[in-house]
């Protein structure tokens, strides 16, 4: 089946400190979208993309979307300890009711 | 609107009982699905609906049965409930559609475990 490389799969940081994470694979897709699940809670929409070469803010977050269609990454600036939490990333191939293809998550500490 | 709500919360079952997970959505959305969480995994597709009356397989579909009758419910039933199905279960909703409408919304889950 489909698969999402999602790296790192963890990350220490101190406050203030900017993080990057990624996501890979070996087919293309048409959407991109990033998550954030806070522990005990479903997964919440961070970002999300659409075009190749698209690049999307949210606050101090940003993502991009490949320009092969193959990979994404995401951007935290200046972390503050309310961004710990799993990040995913998930690809969808078509719009609407296609079905997603989640990444393992990234998991981020950030130590005040 | 609630959103995706799920029900229970919490669920412990012995070896070979079955039981229903339950998940409803108040957005008219005609597109659910079911996935499944365990440690260092991710999220796994176990089945999902594009409509009422119509669902298919996901990645992990063995062991799970649902059924759309309705827009708004979307039931994953384990028919002989086995420890390895031990998992926190999502429940999602989305309206299909292009564009930036395309945003699929997650339930609070229901944490399983199988004895």
């Known amino acids: 089946g489909q698969q999402l490389n999602q790296s790192p799969q963890s990350m220490f940081i101190q406050e203030g400190e900017d993080v990057s994470m990624n996501c890979t694979s070996s087919?293309?897709?048409?959407?991109w979208l990033w998550y954030k699940q806070d522990p005990g809670e479903g997964p919440v929409l961070l970002i999300a993309l659409y075009k190749a070469g698209e690049l999307t803010s949210n606050g101090r977050l940003t993502a991009q979307f490949g320009i092969t269609r193959k990979d994404s990454f995401l951007n935290i600036s200046a972390s503050i300890p309310s961004d710990v939490g799993i990040y995913f990333c998930?690809?969808?191939?078509?719009?609407?009711?296609?079905?997603?293809?989640f990444g393992k998550g990234t998991k981020l500490t950030v130590n005040p | 609107n609630a959103g995706v709500t799920q029900t229970p919360k919490f669920q412990v079952l012995k070896t070979g009982q079955s039981m229903t997970l339950q998940c409803a959505q108040d957005m008219n959305h005609e597109y659910m699905s079911w996935y499944r969480q365990d440690p260092g995994m991710g999220l796994r597709l176990i089945h999902y609906?594009?409509?009422?009356?119509?669902?298919d397989q996901g990645e992990v579909p063995n062991g799970y049965n649902v059924s759309r009758s309705t827009t708004e419910d979307f039931p994953l039933r384990l028919l002989s409930a086995a420890p390895s199905q031990t998992s926190v279960y999502f429940c999602?909703?989305?309206?299909?559609?292009?564009?930036?409408?395309?945003?699929?919304?997650f339930g609070p889950g229901t944490r399983l475990t199988v004895l």
């Open positions: 087919s293309i897709f048409n959407t």
């Open positions: 999602a909703s989305n309206q299909a559609g292009t564009g930036s409408t395309d945003t699929q919304y």
């Open positions: 609906s594009v409509g009422a009356g119509i669902t």
């Open positions: 998930a690809g969808q191939q078509k719009g609407g009711s296609e079905k997603l293809v």
